[in-house]
Structure formats: structure tokens, C-alpha cells
């Protein structure tokens, strides 16, 4: 172990480690974007009041539930490594008996690029877990908010979008942050279906150098930077979705004016 | 005189806790009138049975002449009933401005200008008008109810139902609520109020009602009920509520 080797693994790797850190930045933020849609998405579904609503809408809305909920389990309770394989190689056996049983695979063989592969696999991952975390935020809000948007004659889903989730993402921003950080680590399991994210791309150099403690641990300073500049980046919204610790009065003649900031 | 809201043979119960029996009550165009009664009779779930916030057990409420609970879009009924809560529930992401207008903008389809001229008008009228930038946490309870008075009112409902309206309030704060309701009441806005300010409500209602048991056992002028109870229960509440 020296220093030179540290600088000779970054100047002639360095073009595959960046690379490596972009698919990782890449998959993360997309992945993190896309299951918290679908997190928010099913705290919605899933907090429909059950009042009134008729038969056939009642039990439409249980058989969604129940899917909703058997989606949940299975990604929450299997590791994504293993579900990275399931999907990638189950996909075109999948469509193959499709195409079998019904005569159409929808023009779809089942052959995924990796890449797109492992953001499907990273968004469905932290749907699963968002939903729980967007359930726990609608009921954590006080109750109030919901009969006071409902007095005035909002829908739920006005209700939803107006009053409830823009309390409900700020409240879930922290958790949702640490789900971000936790999948810039976690795309390294990826590596299993060949997306050329930072670990892959690690594992590669190593391969050849056969310098492992060295290329690793240039990874890890990699990997460390990206979450601590995450966390920061994090920090920067959750404050300005703080909102002003003052107001503005407004006097007679209709014009603004400073408060006394004591 | 034109009939608001008309409720026969309202039931309501908890599982197999019996809140409402056969309650038959109606409210006029203008009308003012308050609920009393101690607590547990079941007058807030009578008020929030009006406008649907709990979904009554049995019976009908007409509203202009219709039965609501027969129709399935309840959003349409309940947009023409204010409701102030007796803790505000103004809505925590919106500053005061935007309480008032999201409503209007949402719901009625106002334009945006339009929506706040109606909600400035209403901001004045409860003496909020210099707040609008504030946000609900940075305003006392006292502000936060005359804000919410000024929320409902933006909506121009029929007629606004105040649950307990100053129950949460500190006691120095109750007077700058009363007062707005009293303007109001005076300028002919139908109001139903459930409240423990006996004199206020002496002093304010059309008609005074008076619930016992999730049964109204009186019903009549404010002179009536205050000083001639024809029910034993309604003296004995009355001794002890006005001490």
C-alpha cells in the first residue's frame, strides 16, 4: 500500500470511476424520484375514506388495496439483490410463456437494457418502502385539517393535493432523504445484472490491478462524498420548505411592511 | 320564510352507543340559533351530522327542500355550509390569504382576483386584514378563529355552523370571537352555534335549543328557555350553567 498507487488507479481509471459514480447518481435519483411518486400514489389510494361509497366501488377498492398491499410485502421483504436477478433473467422467460399461453408477448421479449433494468428495480424497491412511510405521514395530520378541507367541499383528492400531502411531503422529507442516501449504497448490489455502476466499475479496476484494498477504497471516499453532498443538498430544501420565521403586516394604505423581527 | 335546512327523525349512533334519537330541528333563512347543553347530549354530533361530517345513522336532512343523504356527491351539499371548528383547523401549509381563497379558487372556480377581492372583503370584517402573510402558526387562537370565521364566509354559504367556537380559546381572547359573531348575527347571516356562553347566546340567538340525552328536549325563543323552561331538565341544566 503506498500513495502512488492511490494516484496511479485514479489517473488511468479515472474516466471508468466517474462513470461508475454517474450510473450510481443516476439510478438513485431516478429510482428515488419515481417510488416516491408511487409511494405517494398509494398513501392516496390508500387512505380513501371508506364512508358512503357504494358496493361496487367499495370492493373495487379492496381488490386494489389488497394488491397494493401484496406489492408492498413482497418488495419490502425480499433483499433487492435477489429480486435484481429475479426480474432481469425472470422477465423474458416470463414474456416467452406469455407468448406461449396467449399467442402476443405485446412486442415486449422480456430483454431489458440493464440500465433501465436496475431503475425499474431501484423504483420499485423504494415504492414499496415509501408507501409505508407516505401512510405514516397522512396519519400523522391532525384529523382537523381533513374535516376542515372537507367542510368547505373538497373531494379527496383536492383534499389530498391542497391541504394533506404538501404537509406530508415536508414531514416525510427527512425520511425520504435517508432513503436516497440508502440507495446511492444500495445500486452496489447491482452489479449482479452488469449495470457499470461505481462498485461494477470498482471490481473492474481491481480486477486488473489486482490492487482491491487501494481500488475499494477509492470507492468508498466516491461513495461517501455523494451521500454527504445528498444530505447537504437535502438539508438546503428541508429549510426552505421551513418558510419565513416573520410576516409582513399590511397597513391601511394596502402596502407591505416589515414586522419587528425581535 | 324560507326553510335552510329541515332534519326529521335524525338518528346517530357509536356501535351500539345511541348519540341522536329522533331529533327533528330546522333552521330558517337569517336564522340564529344555538344549541345548548352539557356535554356528552350530543349537540356537536348533531352539528357535525349537518353537514356530514359524520355520517347519520337514520332519519333525513333537507336542505331547500331535498334530502341530502339520498344523493352521492356530498361535496356539492357541504361547499353550501361554513363550519368553524372549536380548534380553527385552518389549513397549516396556507398563509391567511390563501385559507380564504383556496376554497373559492378550488371549489367555486372563482378567478384567483376575484377570489381574493371576497376573502379581503371577509378579512376586514373579522379585523384580519393586516394578517394576510401569516401564516396559522405565527397567529394567537383568538386570530386563528376570526381567520377561520373570514374562511368560511369567503365561501358564501347559506348558513355557517360554529362548533364550540371559543371553547379553545384563553379566556382574555373569547371577546374579539363573540363580538365578530355578533356583527355577524346582526347582519342577518344564518348561524347555528353550539356553545357554553349562555349569555351570549341569550343574547344573540332568534331560537335557543336545548339537548339532553341526544334528544331536544326544549326548543323556542331565548325568553322562553332562558326564563320560562317548561322541562325539569332544562331548569336544573340552566341552575347550573348560570350559576
Same mark, same amino acid.
Given at each position: 500500500?503506498?500513495?502512488?498507487?492511490?494516484?496511479?488507479?485514479?489517473?488511468?481509471?479515472? !474516466?471508468?470511476?466517474?462513470?461508475?459514480?454517474?450510473?450510481?447518481?443516476?439510478?438513485?435519483?431516478?429510482?428515488?424520484?419515481?417510488?416516491?411518486?408511487?409511494?405517494?400514489?398509494?398513501?392516496?389510494?390508500?387512505?380513501? !375514506?371508506?364512508?358512503?361509497?357504494?358496493?361496487?366501488?367499495?370492493? #373495487?377498492?379492496?381488490?386494489?388495496?389488497?394488491?397494493?398491499?401484496?406489492?408492498?410485502?413482497?418488495?419490502?421483504?425480499?433483499?433487492?439483490?435477489?429480486?435484481? +436477478?429475479?426480474?432481469?433473467?425472470?422477465?423474458?422467460?416470463?414474456?416467452?410463456?406469455?407468448?406461449?399461453?396467449?399467442?402476443?408477448?405485446?412486442?415486449?421479449?422480456?430483454?431489458? !437494457?440493464?440500465?433501465?433494468?436496475?431503475?425499474?428495480?431501484?423504483?420499485?424497491?423504494?415504492?414499496?418502502? +415509501? #408507501?409505508?412511510?407516505?401512510?405514516?405521514?397522512?396519519?400523522?395530520?391532525?384529523?382537523?385539517?381533513?374535516?376542515?378541507?372537507? #367542510?368547505?367541499?373538497?373531494?379527496?383528492?383536492?383534499?389530498?393535493?391542497?391541504?394533506?400531502?404538501?404537509?406530508?411531503?415536508?414531514?416525510?422529507?427527512?425520511?425520504?432523504?435517508?432513503?436516497?442516501?440508502?440507495?446511492?449504497?444500495?445500486?452496489?448490489?447491482?452489479?449482479?445484472?452488469?449495470?457499470?455502476?461505481?462498485?461494477?466499475?470498482?471490481?473492474?479496476?481491481?480486477?486488473?490491478?489486482?490492487?482491491?484494498?487501494?481500488?475499494?477504497?477509492?470507492?468508498?471516499?466516491?461513495?461517501?462524498? +455523494?451521500?454527504?453532498?445528498?444530505?447537504?443538498?437535502?438539508? %438546503? %430544501?428541508?429549510?426552505?420548505?421551513?418558510?419565513? #420565521?416573520?410576516?409582513? +403586516?399590511?397597513?391601511?394604505?394596502?402596502?407591505?411592511?416589515?414586522?419587528?423581527?425581535? | 320564510?324560507?326553510? @335552510?335546512?329541515?332534519?326529521?327523525?335524525?338518528?346517530?349512533? $357509536?356501535?351500539?352507543?345511541?348519540?341522536?334519537?329522533?331529533?327533528? $330541528?330546522?333552521?330558517?333563512?337569517?336564522?340564529?340559533?344555538?344549541?345548548?347543553?352539557?356535554?356528552?347530549?350530543?349537540?356537536?354530533?348533531?352539528?357535525?351530522?349537518?353537514?356530514?361530517?359524520? &355520517?347519520?345513522?337514520?332519519?333525513?336532512?333537507?336542505?331547500?327542500?331535498?334530502?341530502?343523504?339520498?344523493?352521492?356527491?356530498?361535496?356539492? &351539499?357541504?361547499?353550501?355550509?361554513?363550519?368553524?371548528?372549536?380548534? $380553527?383547523?385552518?389549513?397549516?401549509?396556507?398563509?391567511?390569504?390563501?385559507?380564504?381563497?383556496?376554497?373559492?379558487?378550488?371549489?367555486?372556480?372563482?378567478?384567483?382576483?376575484?377570489?381574493?377581492?371576497?376573502?379581503?372583503?371577509?378579512?376586514?370584517?373579522?379585523?384580519?386584514?393586516?394578517? @394576510?402573510?401569516?401564516? *396559522?402558526?405565527?397567529?394567537?387562537?383568538?386570530?386563528?378563529?376570526?381567520?377561520?370565521?373570514?374562511?368560511?364566509?369567503?365561501?358564501?354559504?347559506?348558513?355557517?355552523?360554529?362548533?364550540? *367556537?371559543?371553547?379553545?380559546?384563553?379566556?382574555?381572547?373569547?371577546?374579539?370571537?363573540?363580538?365578530?359573531?355578533?356583527?355577524?348575527?346582526?347582519?342577518?347571516?344564518?348561524? @347555528? @352555534?353550539?356553545?357554553?356562553?349562555?349569555?351570549?347566546?341569550?343574547?344573540?340567538?332568534?331560537?335557543?335549543? $336545548?339537548?339532553?340525552?341526544?334528544?331536544?328536549?326544549?326548543?323556542?325563543?331565548?325568553?322562553?328557555?332562558?326564563?320560562?323552561?317548561?322541562?325539569?331538565?332544562?331548569?336544573?341544566?340552566?341552575?347550573?350553567?348560570?350559576?
Amino acid at each position: 500500500m503506498s500513495l502512488e498507487w492511490f494516484i496511479n488507479i485514479i489517473t488511468n481509471n479515472w !474516466p471508468m470511476l466517474l462513470h461508475g459514480a454517474w450510473m450510481t447518481l443516476v439510478i438513485s435519483t431516478i429510482g428515488t424520484i419515481i417510488g416516491a411518486l408511487i409511494g405517494l400514489i398509494i398513501g392516496v389510494i390508500n387512505t380513501i !375514506p371508506k364512508m358512503n361509497v357504494g358496493g361496487f366501488r367499495k370492493n #373495487a377498492l379492496k381488490i386494489i388495496n389488497g394488491l397494493l398491499r401484496v406489492y408492498v410485502e413482497f418488495f419490502r421483504g425480499t433483499p433487492m439483490i435477489v429480486q435484481a +436477478m429475479v426480474i432481469f433473467y425472470g422477465t423474458p422467460l416470463f414474456m416467452q410463456w406469455l407468448e406461449k399461453a396467449i399467442g402476443t408477448n405485446f412486442g415486449f421479449s422480456g430483454d431489458m !437494457p440493464a440500465l433501465f433494468a436496475a431503475i425499474l428495480i431501484v423504483s420499485l424497491n423504494t415504492g414499496a418502502y +415509501m #408507501a409505508e412511510i407516505v401512510r405514516g405521514g397522512i396519519i400523522g395530520i391532525d384529523k382537523g385539517q381533513f374535516e376542515a378541507a372537507r #367542510a368547505i367541499g373538497m373531494g379527496h383528492w383536492t383534499t389530498m393535493t391542497t391541504v394533506v400531502l404538501p404537509q406530508v411531503l415536508r414531514n416525510i422529507l427527512p425520511a425520504t432523504g435517508n432513503q436516497f442516501i440508502m440507495n446511492i449504497k444500495d445500486t452496489s448490489v447491482l452489479n449482479v445484472i452488469t449495470v457499470t455502476e461505481l462498485y461494477f466499475q470498482t471490481k473492474t479496476i481491481a480486477g486488473a490491478n489486482f490492487r482491491y484494498f487501494e481500488s475499494f477504497f477509492i470507492a468508498c471516499i466516491i461513495y461517501l462524498v +455523494m451521500t454527504i453532498t445528498a444530505t447537504q443538498i437535502l438539508r %438546503f %430544501f428541508e429549510r426552505r420548505l421551513e418558510g419565513n #420565521a416573520t410576516y409582513q +403586516m399590511i397597513d391601511e394604505a394596502g402596502i407591505t411592511r416589515p414586522k419587528n423581527n425581535e | 320564510m324560507e326553510t @335552510i335546512i329541515d332534519i326529521r327523525h335524525l338518528n346517530k349512533s $357509536f356501535g351500539s352507543h345511541e348519540v341522536l334519537k329522533d331529533v327533528n $330541528f330546522s333552521v330558517n333563512k337569517g336564522e340564529v340559533v344555538t344549541v345548548i347543553g352539557s356535554s356528552g347530549s350530543g349537540k356537536s354530533t348533531l352539528l357535525r351530522c349537518i353537514n356530514l361530517l359524520e &355520517y347519520p345513522t337514520g332519519g333525513e336532512i333537507n336542505y331547500r327542500g331535498e334530502n341530502i343523504l339520498s344523493k352521492s356527491n356530498l361535496n356539492d &351539499y357541504r361547499k353550501h355550509l361554513g363550519m368553524v371548528f372549536q380548534q $380553527f383547523n385552518l389549513f397549516n401549509n396556507w398563509d391567511v390569504l390563501h385559507n380564504c381563497t383556496v376554497g373559492q379558487t378550488k371549489i367555486l372556480k372563482k378567478s384567483k382576483e376575484e377570489a381574493k377581492e371576497v376573502a379581503m372583503n371577509y378579512l376586514k370584517v373579522v379585523g384580519m386584514e393586516r394578517y @394576510i402573510n401569516a401564516r *396559522p402558526a405565527q397567529l394567537s387562537g383568538g386570530q386563528k378563529q376570526r381567520v377561520a370565521i373570514a374562511r368560511a364566509l369567503s365561501m358564501q354559504p347559506d348558513a355557517i355552523l360554529f362548533d364550540e *367556537p371559543t371553547s379553545a380559546l384563553d379566556p382574555e381572547m373569547v371577546g374579539e370571537v363573540l363580538k365578530v359573531m355578533k356583527e355577524l348575527a346582526e347582519s342577518g347571516l344564518t348561524m @347555528i @352555534i353550539v356553545t357554553h356562553e349562555m349569555e351570549f347566546a341569550r343574547e344573540i340567538s332568534d331560537r335557543i335549543v $336545548f339537548m339532553d340525552k341526544g334528544v331536544i328536549v326544549e326548543d323556542g325563543s331565548p325568553e322562553q328557555v332562558f326564563n320560562n323552561p317548561q322541562h325539569e331538565r332544562t331548569k336544573t341544566f340552566l341552575k347550573r350553567a348560570l350559576k
